[in-house]
């Protein structure tokens, strides 16, 4: 039979075993006036007084949005906010990229993510983790690091974070909170929120919320200089909005979750020999850093000694910013990684990624379909394929005729699990 993945702008097909187990979320459809379900949850939000009427024509407006690397339509939500605040100068916003430690958005990438009108007419800033002059010291975090926070974000009199709740692999779910830590902190902190203790713990997971210490500090840090106003959204396979959640930061969070998790999680009776998956195409799958997501919602399900095939363009590279490549140079093997990351000395950014990509390799082999080149690929210890229903055939020689096929055409958009595991892997 014949699948579709979403596989960066355009997806690709696959002709696949009628016996293979497809899982997505329940489908839902884009919502018949986007604009106009915004505007109405800013004028009826949770928790909260209507936007407008929270915001003075003398305050100064921060609006803390996701970077390039996330699906949110900026373009829709940032512009309906300014328009609401239509009694406050254009001088008065800035607009504050929650690049963590990613890299910075040129002049073109932001009128992609935000419009032209956007970029001409409100002060836009990347986040810089590493330069402490654009960060303030906020205080000590109960685990264990100084809080530091963008120096717009915290001197602003009103504060706003846009986002797109999807499940996420250590954070139970994005969104909400983590738009301001890791989004907008400074290096220190954001290396004690991805520490190997932390990013290690089996409750941070996919779509667990309940004592994940990845979550618990998002929302720590976030007390501490709290957002006056979230605008999230949720959204479908087309990147169409399925529903709006605005309002008082963890009430309305904590609901956009509850949504999320209703129709993206899925109970499978039994792990797989093989499970394909893909990165959720543009703009997530535009490098192999982000596409560790991918392959860890297979992991959910995919046997022990397994095989897992993640489709991910990777059009931005492995990126070659960053460490994520370089670390890989430090050791011979996935389990040597997680030796060398697992002791306490070692602190390198990006390093998260790396342990939890290793973890996956460590229980399963897994095959790359991209635009990498075979070198970079061999590189991070992961297989190139360049042909994904070969390698199904070439499976075939290891696992048998029976071989049982699982494939993710949304990659982690969707959240498979085992009952008796979800909480262990």
């Avoid at 983590?178 to 220190?188: L, R």
């Avoid at 709290?226 to 309002?247: D, Q, S, W, Y």
């Avoid at 140079?329 to 939890?356: G, H, R, T, Y």
Wanted: net charge negative; proline share 5%.
């Amino acid at each position: 039979m014949i699948t579709e993945l979403l596989y960066g702008k355009d997806g690709i097909s696959l002709d696949v075993p009628e016996s293979s187990f497809i899982i997505e979320p329940k489908n839902l459809p884009t919502l018949e006036n986007e604009k106009e379900a915004v505007r109405q949850a800013l004028r009826n939000p949770i928790g909260v007084l209507p936007l407008k009427e929270s915001v003075k024509s003398t305050d100064t407006v921060s609006i803390v949005i996701s970077d390039i690397t996330r699906p949110t339509p900026n373009h829709i939500l940032v512009p309906l906010l300014i328009e609401e605040l239509s009694h406050v100068p254009l001088e008065n916003f800035v607009i504050i990229n929650g690049t963590g430690t990613h890299r910075d958005q040129t002049k073109e990438e932001f009128i992609e993510m935000l419009g032209e009108w956007v970029v001409d007419n409100i002060r836009i800033i990347n986040n810089n983790c590493h330069d402490k002059e654009t960060l303030v010291n906020l205080g000590h975090s109960k685990f264990g690091c100084d809080v530091y926070l963008n120096k717009d974000y915290v001197e602003s009199d009103f504060r706003i974070v846009t986002g797109f709740i999807e499940p996420h692999f250590f954070a139970g779910f994005s969104g909400g909170p983590k738009g301001i830590m890791p989004g907008i902190a400074g290096i220190e902190t954001i290396m004690t929120f991805h520490n190997a203790r932390m990013i290690g713990d089996p409750l941070a997971t996919w779509g667990n919320m309940v004592n994940n210490p990845v979550q618990d500090m998002t929302r720590e840090i976030n007390a501490l200089c709290k957002p006056n106003f979230m605008l999230n959204v949720t959204l479908n396979r087309e990147k169409g909005i399925t529903e709006v959640f605005a309002g008082e930061l963890y009430e309305a969070h904590d609901k956009g979750c509850a949504f999320a998790k209703e129709h993206t999680m899925f109970r499978c009776e039994e792990r797989f020999d093989v499970v394909i998956t893909s990165n959720s195409g543009y703009p997530l799958d535009q490098n192999l850093y982000q596409a560790v997501k991918g392959m860890s919602a297979a992991h959910k399900i995919v046997k022990e000694g397994g095989s897992i095939i993640i489709a991910s363009e990777c059009s931005d590279g492995l990126p070659d910013h960053g460490n994520y490549s370089k670390i890989f140079e430090m050791a011979d093997s996935p389990q040597a990684l997680l030796d060398l990351i697992n002791n306490p000395d070692f602190k390198l950014f990006d390093q998260w990624q790396v342990q939890k990509q290793a973890v996956i390799q460590v229980w399963a082999e897994v095959y790359v379909y991209s635009k990498l080149k075979d070198e970079q690929v061999f590189g991070t210890m992961l297989k190139p394929t360049h042909d994904i229903e070969k390698t199904l055939e070439d499976l075939k020689k290891k696992y048998g005729e029976n071989m049982t096929i699982a494939i993710l055409p949304l990659g982690p958009l969707t959240i498979p699990y085992v009952e008796e595991k979800i909480l262990a892997q």
